[in-house]
């Protein structure tokens, strides 16, 4: 049977005898051995057992040294493995002897120690992990982040633990009841710890104001959820409720009244690392006359979570992560250039006009010109960093700069295609953005990828301008205006739907790649985040689905004149069934594409009265390519063409 460990990481800012006062009562209590862990950095990375016998050389020297006279002062201590029998007892106490081992774990960086304790604590059964600092408060950021992460993922308990002193004395323990496995696992910690130091525990529901009612409900929640977790040992903790809608200020109260020695609370109350961030108890607490002791408890990482923090470390071993510098610099770009502004609104009118002229002269260089002056990608950006990070207030700015800029866009193609003359039909790079497709989807979920990268990768800024021409996203747009200033409303609908396809995909790509290159939101997401961002991929699916349903070739026949199907279809009888046409213009007059399926294949008369139907339709020339799909299918297709400017070419 495996020995069951308390593994202790011991802290910078205080000496190890204080620390090992607080781990031992604990220890003995969960009636578990000591395994102490002293993280040393170092380019080389591994774990090494320290002997506790005064020879320990290096960085851990005192540390092993200070260890060593904890374990001569205090009887119940032992120094070394638990010999192969699985427990001694102790004449003059009856306790269980608890033995201590330390280890040095090498390392370089926050992210680096993580990942390490994470491995020490399997490899070495640990069931039980303590951090002890000094300080309320933060600190570094990355540390605080890391440590967060550890919590989250952790395979075991963690105690996290603020406010100590070389003289804590721990006689009267105060515990925040919640619901949940991070406040079962604090209630559990609390009783232990009252048994170990001989102190009274007073349990604290900090219940919301929801009526008269509020603390009485308060009370019947405490009692269930302490009948649940204690047992028969509910009945000698002391109760309080408290009502009110902060969780914080409620504790404060209470803390001010009783001038309690410790606070342990559940990581769920407080966020993953309450004491550890702003906002939290721990934080707010410190603001008063005198701190306490806080004790964060957060509960073994379920299965689930462990699996996605194996993930997680698996990609950022294979992406490179974007670092603290460079994470400022893009949130800063992109929250400045997502703003609607004068230079935005300059910048869309002028793109939606070079894009309009293009389109309007089948001018292609024209259009990609104007993909280059577009500002539309900055916003969608905007919006994918702000879901990746919960932040309302850039999605906000996002959200008003794309919308102001797609109505500047259609009203600008509206007036350009009034204002035009001999404008009266669309053109074929018009048609071009009439039929949406899942291809499209692709090419946009791949450039809002590259967008997002290539935005977090200095070195990678050069390559925006070809993801500008990539995902296109004010063509469409212009098209839309310009064929609601013809009157085609299929066109303008299929265009304003290519764009959505575009906008969507490329905020859903965005919020991927991002979240791949670390931008991670390491706090519980917050309902807005949440709703927006399945709104984002419901959105996604959704228009994938319907361009399955319906492929672009059924939106090629957008710009038929009227009547022209049905004059195609008579000639035809009942030897051939019309399958679909499709209809582009250019420099040379209209072409048609038509698709019939039949036995055998269409002859050369049929070719030439569709061509004499078709150019009673159009005023401009009239080019007729009639493809046959035998049913049979042993026969590759055959086409015929056909000109209103010359012989038929068979």
Known sequence: MAVRNLGMLVGPDLSAVAQMRWVVRLAEARDLDLI??????????????????????????????????????NPLLRAGPRPEASAESVASSGASVIHVRMKQIRCAGFRALRDMLGIEVQKSDIELCTILRKELGGG????VKQRQLFLRYAPCEVVHCSGFSETSELSRI???????????????????????FNATLTALRVNPTIGPDAERVGALRMDNLLRKTLGKEHAQVTRRVVV??????????????????????????????????EGSIGAKLVKGESAPTVAIVSAASPMRNRFFGFVQ????????????????????????SSSWDFDFSALMVLSTLIAAVGLIQNAPAVVIGAMLVAPLMTPLLGLGLALVQGNPVLARISVHAIVFGVMVAILVGVLVGLLTPGFQEPT????????????????????????????????????????????????PIATCGLALSLGNFDLAFNALLLFVINMVTIVL??????????????KRMSRWTVRAGGAVLLAVLALGIYLSLYPPSRATEIGLPSGLMQAIQQPLGDDYRLEGIAIAYDEIGVQLNVRVVGEKFASEDLAQEIRTL???????????????????????????ESSAVGNQVP
């Open 36 to 73: 102490v862990l002293q993280h040393v950095e170092s380019k080389d990375r591994g774990s090494s057992e320290i002997p506790l016998d005064g020879s320990a050389e290096g960085e851990v020297a005192a540390t092993a040294r200070e260890i060593l006279q904890a374990i001569e002062e």
């Open 140 to 143: 570094d950021a990355e540390l």
């Open 174 to 196: 105060l515990v925040t009841v919640a619901s949940g496995a991070h406040g079962k696992a604090a209630l559990r910690l609390a009783c232990d710890l009252a048994a170990g």
């Open 244 to 277: 009110d809608d902060h969780v914080h200020r409620g504790v404060r109260r209470v803390w001010d009244e009783g001038q309690f020695d410790l606070v342990v609370a559940g990581a769920s109350r407080v966020g993953i690392l309450g004491s550890m961030v």
């Open 313 to 336: 470390n698996g990609i950022e071993r294979l992406v490179p992560q974007i670092d603290r510098e460079n994470r400022v610099v893009l949130v800063d770009r992109v929250q400045s």
């Open 428 to 475: 074929r790079e018009m048609l071009g953005r009439g039929g949406p497709g899942v291809l499209d989807l692709c090419v946009a979920f791949a450039s809002g990828l590259a967008a997002a990268y290539a935005s977090s990768r200095p070195g990678l800024l050069a390559a925006l301008p070809g993801v500008a021409i990539a995902a296109a996203l004010v063509p």
């Open 509 to 522: 790509a965005t919020v991927v790649s991002l979240w791949l290159v670390g931008l991670r939101n390491i």
């Open 614 to 640: 078709a150019r009673g339709h159009f005023k401009k020339p009239v080019r007729v390519r009639l493809l046959t799909q035998v049913e049979a299918g042993e026969v590759p297709p055959r086409d015929l």
